[in-house]
């Protein structure tokens, strides 16, 4: 997917910094780095969001339609649709806050990776100007400001995919105007088609250089698809389903977002400083139905949720240039404000008709965070960075169907920060870093004190209390590391770090009420390499081994798991234990890259998940999934392009993702002893059948690109 950056200007190409943004300094940490749009373009990928999986460590997955957020895994995270992880694309936020389907929602299905200029790669709780669900890990993509030529694409390939893209700038007065859209479609190899419709345009105008200039950026995308989500093995087992088949073939959404921003940045003889704004609307109308026949026995589990959201900020921040006891010191002072104005719905359907209402929520949530750092050079090989972060939320929720979930809710939260590069070896350092960061939890379950429920099925059910969760979450990390470029071409790096958070409590979207976990704790090893032993050859390796743990027992599993007793379909998977879900303890990746700027081009990729556990007692587990992309191609003197992906080269069998949880299909045994008349204990009936539940890999793939410049 995507150009090579060979049309685009020195800029985009090199890695050089976007206007307003200024320049990437040197690295505080060894885990830190920069990734240029050139090395994203060259990477072959099934969707906009994997251009990710470039962060050493980092999984991209998708068990949904592709207008859905993809699911990240990192450090030993699953980090769901991006809670813990922060997105930016050029000084914009990306995740959602309070949003209808998860906290922290981070979806990039708009993002045309043509576009893409730099990657910065950063993590952990370090950096004073890294806020909320940063602390695993925060990305700041930037944008590209013009191209040498315009650009036009054309790729076809398997399962019905189409895109169409093009790109130009113009000099208008004394800046430069870059212009870019696509349309795409695609339906992949499900029994039901994802027939995905979207459309995506952009605008930016950029004036001055990178330390003095300004750009506005404008952004439109609607989005419309089908979803093959999750289905349970034991239905693809009996032959009740085929792999690529579904339970229920109306899920699917439809998504819309418009973005308008602005950046400005400027020099004097004290220093330097910078400030931006953004106002994003977006729309998400989201249908899913994840366990079957488990609270609704005849119409099924399918419910919509929707998010609608006028999301506005500023920031700003001064770099003052001084002294220290005759050493270099630079020292900023920042500030991050925003506010986000949000409708929330979920609602139970039936083939996407509604049929009755569990919880409508109007929330305005707002928070400001300021900042102060300061870095001194002691000497040519020794650096320090001290942080001091503080942030403040406040929210309003006012619950339409239940005013006792409604309430304003506050808090406040400080995070030191410290880094050291020590360097007085022969083109090595080494890094340490140790710091507290935050995250924010679902407004809504900050307020909540009643359990929602669905009163038109459920008329004589009772509101249940249930206890609001911390509106801020702490965590505390950190990290050593060492980066050596002692072998001519090759950057090669070791972290080592441990990650602890007071708490993983989420807000459950699918179910409208709050879900409670213990502490946790995680640490780990990462080696990262880059080997360029000649201008046309460029390998990549990456490892990265995680330890992931909840802290305490958990009381509540331990009843719950009585509650199944002598029911072992229900019971099995539900013993207390430590084990983190889905927090895989292996992540490998490696690469090779052929090619000039001219003439033929190669690039294989090889991208490994290892086994993790999928319940607390270890008792499910999902494979281990290995999985090859490959590209070739050719590009001519006058830049056009003609190049092959072949996506899944090996076609595996392997899921894209794995759960295991309690469900029911018709074809249970379980089934018949919950309905229509009840003889299993309702706690057995609330459970369900353990059970894997599954999104397959898409099997081999092909898609050719042939692209043009004029």
């Not at 005759?326 to 359907?349: A, C, K, N, S, V």
């Not at 300021?370 to 320090?384: E, K, S």
């Not at 909540?448 to 059910?461: F, G, H, K, L, S």
Request: hydrophobic share 35%; glycine share 12%.
């Amino acid at each position: 997917m995507g150009a090579n950056g060979t049309a685009q200007t020195a800029a985009p190409g090199s890695g050089a910094p976007d206007i307003g943004n200024g320049p990437v300094g040197p690295p505080n940490m060894a885990s830190q780095m920069t990734v240029t749009g050139e090395e994203l373009n060259a990477r072959p990928v099934t969707r906009p969001g994997e251009i990710l999986e470039a962060v050493p460590g980092l999984i991209v997955t998708q068990h949904s339609g592709e207008g859905k957020a993809n699911q990240y895994f990192l450090r030993g995270y699953n980090l769901d649709h991006g809670t813990d992880m922060a997105i930016w694309v050029d000084d914009v936020p990306i995740n959602m806050r309070t949003h209808a389907h998860g906290q922290g929602y981070s979806d990039l299905n708009w993002l045309m990776p043509e576009t893409v200029n730099t990657l910065e790669i950063r993590k952990g709780p370090y950096f004073a100007d890294e806020g909320d669900f940063a602390s695993v890990g925060n990305l700041h993509i930037g944008l590209i400001d013009s191209v040498n030529k315009n650009i036009a694409e054309m790729t076809a390939g398997s399962f019905g995919y189409q895109r169409i893209f093009g790109m130009g700038s113009s000099k208008i007065g004394d800046g430069t105007l870059l212009y870019a859209g696509e349309a795409g479609a695609y339906n992949g190899p499900w029994v039901n088609p994802d027939d995905m419709r979207k459309i995506n345009g952009l605008l930016r105008y950029t004036q001055g250089t990178a330390l003095d200039g300004i750009s506005i950026t404008g952004m439109a995308y609607s989005n419309k698809w089908n979803s093959t989500d999750q289905v349970p093995q034991r239905a693809i087992t009996s032959g009740q389903i085929g792999l690529y088949g579904e339970e229920d073939p109306t899920d699917g959404g439809n998504t819309d977002r418009f973005a308008l921003s602005a950046r400005i940045a400027g020099t004097d003889d004290a220093g330097s400083w910078k400030a931006n704004a953004y106002v994003v609307k977006s729309d998400l109308d989201l249908f899913n139905d994840f366990t079957y026949f488990l609270t609704k026995p005849t119409q099924g589990d399918q419910f919509h949720q929707y998010d609608g959201r006028v999301m506005t900020g500023a920031n700003a921040s001064r770099t003052l240039d001084g002294s220290f006891a005759g050493r270099p010191m630079e020292t900023t002072f920042g500030i991050q404000t925003r506010y986000d104005d949000i409708d929330l719905g979920l609602t139970d359907t039936f083939q996407r008709s509604f049929l009755s209402n569990v919880r409508s929520d109007k929330v305005g949530e707002a928070s400001v965070g300021i900042y102060a750092q300061n870095i001194v050079h002691w000497t040519d090989w020794l650096r320090t960075t001290t942080g001091w972060r503080g942030d403040y939320y406040e929210a309003r929720v006012d619950s339409l169907f239940d005013a006792n979930n409604s309430g304003n809710v506050s808090a406040a939260i400080g995070s030191p920060k410290f880094t050291a590069v020590v360097g007085p070896f022969h083109k090595t350092e080494l890094f340490f870093g140790a710091g507290y960061g935050m995250h924010s939890n679902d407004a809504r379950g900050a307020t909540i004190t009643e359990e929602p429920v669905d009163r038109v099925q459920n008329p004589t059910a009772a509101s249940l209390p249930i206890g609001a969760s911390p509106l801020l979450v702490q965590t505390k990390g950190a990290e050593v590391g060492v980066r050596t470029k002692v072998v001519a071409g090759l950057d090669s790096s070791v972290s080592v770090f441990f990650l602890d958070q007071a708490s993983e409590i989420v807000f459950n979207g699918d179910a409208g009420d709050t879900s409670a976990s213990r502490p946790s704790q995680r640490y780990g090893i990462e080696w990262t390499n880059k080997y360029q032993p000649a201008s046309w050859l460029t390998l990549d390796g990456d490892l990265a081994l995680s330890h992931a743990r909840f802290v305490g027992f958990d009381t509540a599993q331990a009843d719950l798991y009585a509650s199944l007793a002598g029911y072992p379909q229900a019971q099995i998977g539900n013993a207390p234990g430590n084990y983190i879900p889905n927090a895989p303890a292996i992540v490998a990746s490696a690469g090779i890259t052929i090619g000039e700027k001219t003439g033929w081009f190669e690039t294989l990729r090889w991208r490994y998940l290892g086994a993790s556990p999928l319940t607390e007692d270890n008792a499910f587990r999902s494979s281990a999934t290995s999985l090859f992309n490959g590209r070739i191609g050719y590009r001519l003197e006058n830049g056009w392009r003609i190049q092959l992906d072949v996506l899944n080269l090996l076609n595996t069998k392997a899921d894209q993702i794995t759960y295991a949880y309690g469900s029911l299909i018709k074809t249970d045994s379980l089934y018949n002893l919950c309905y229509p008349v009840q003889t299993a204990p309702t706690a057995v009936c609330q459970n369900g059948v353990m059970d894997y539940v599954l999104h397959p890999i898409e099997p081999l793939a092909v898609r050719l690109t042939i692209a043009g410049v004029f």
